[in-house]
């Protein structure tokens, strides 16, 4: 069993930074391949960026170089750097985590691009 607690976000100034953190409970943190996703209001989640136990990342179109993942294997925990925030950002940031046999999600934390 894992546990995701994200944390980081808030409200934010169009073209601000955040840094979003999710910290994973149990053992084996380095097998899962890790991803952060988000949902708005009426619309579908989509992903954002992944890191897989391979070290390969991968960014949603959207991200357009804004946005860094990362992971700390030895902290279990996987990191969004989020730069240039735009207002279409605006959502709730998931963490997933998922192994060889199920998937994990994380309770979500907002994200707010608003002047």
């Known amino acids: 069993q894992m546990q995701l607690v994200e944390s980081g976000g808030g409200l934010v100034q169009p073209g601000g930074s955040l840094k979003l953190s999710c910290v994973a409970s149990g053992s084996m943190f380095s097998i899962y391949d890790m991803g952060w996703y988000r949902q708005a209001p009426g619309k579908q989640r989509e992903m954002v960026a992944t890191?897989?136990?391979?070290?390969?990342?991968t960014y949603a179109d959207f991200v357009d170089g804004r946005f860094t993942i990362s992971r700390d294997n030895a902290k279990n925990t996987v990191y969004l750097q989020m730069n240039s925030l735009k207002p279409e950002d605006t959502a709730v940031y998931l963490c997933k985590a998922e192994g060889p046999i199920r998937e994990y999600w994380g309770q979500g934390t907002q994200v707010a691009v608003s002047t």
């Open positions: 890191f897989t136990s391979y070290g390969t990342t």
